[in-house]
């Protein structure tokens, strides 16, 4: 069961939060930047989002009982925003949005770049904040569970901050035809999960 979760939780974070994704709006946002301070933004964003997602994955379940949420309301209204998140990546909507808010914070909030746009809302967004409140829900406050998540949580900022130092050699070798592809199969990926959710809090609502 353990590696079934971490399987589960790498792919579904990993989908949501799209790395190779982030690798265009990443370039817009440090365009004028130097290789020497697109490192430190690509750093500090990666360990602004990793702290924010950390912090829902160990509070999340506090957060829905103080909110007054069960898990299987969080379970539906989640999968539904998961699938608004995949349906955007298959039509090609995501990435130009990004990258379009990514040149706006550039030019309103210069010295901010690390945590908006990039931490928040391109990594740490919506999308990624609901997956990462589902997936604790699964562990059921079992500290064992909880750790996989978090490791989960370190492996895809990782790889968030792998794709954003290499972002220039990885534009260039997949390509804009390739990052289109990789990114409408990923949100199918995406929309059987958010389907997948919808389905597991409908039955455990109704007792089915």
């Not at 997956?131 to 604790?136: N, P």
């Not at 389907?195 to 007792?207: C, N, P």
Request: with cysteine; hydrophobic share 65%; proline share 4%.
């Amino acid at each position: 069961m353990p590696f079934d979760f971490f399987v589960s939780a790498l792919v579904t974070l990993f989908v949501v939060v799209d790395p190779l994704g982030l690798v265009p709006a990443f370039l817009a946002a440090t365009e004028k930047a130097s290789a020497v301070a697109r490192r430190t933004i690509a750093w500090n964003a990666c360990i602004i989002a990793g702290l924010i997602l950390a912090g829902f994955a160990l509070a999340g379940d506090w957060l829905l009982w103080a909110l007054g949420i069960t898990l299987s309301a969080f379970r539906i209204a989640g999968g539904l925003l998961l699938f608004i998140v995949a349906f955007d990546m298959v039509l090609g909507w995501r990435v130009p949005r990004e990258a379009d808010t990514a040149e706006q914070a550039l030019e309103e909030r210069a010295r901010h770049i690390a945590a908006f746009p990039l931490a928040t809302p391109l990594m740490a967004g919506p999308g990624a904040i609901t997956a990462t409140i589902l997936l604790a829900g699964q562990t059921q406050g079992q500290p064992v569970g909880l750790a996989i998540l978090l490791v989960v949580i370190a492996l895809v900022i990782c790889a968030c901050l792998a794709a954003f130092i290499f972002a220039a050699v990885i534009r260039r070798w997949i390509g804009a035809v390739g990052g289109m592809v990789l990114s409408r199969l990923l949100g199918i990926v995406l929309a059987a999960l958010a389907v997948q959710y919808v389905i597991d809090g409908t039955r455990s609502a109704f007792g089915l």
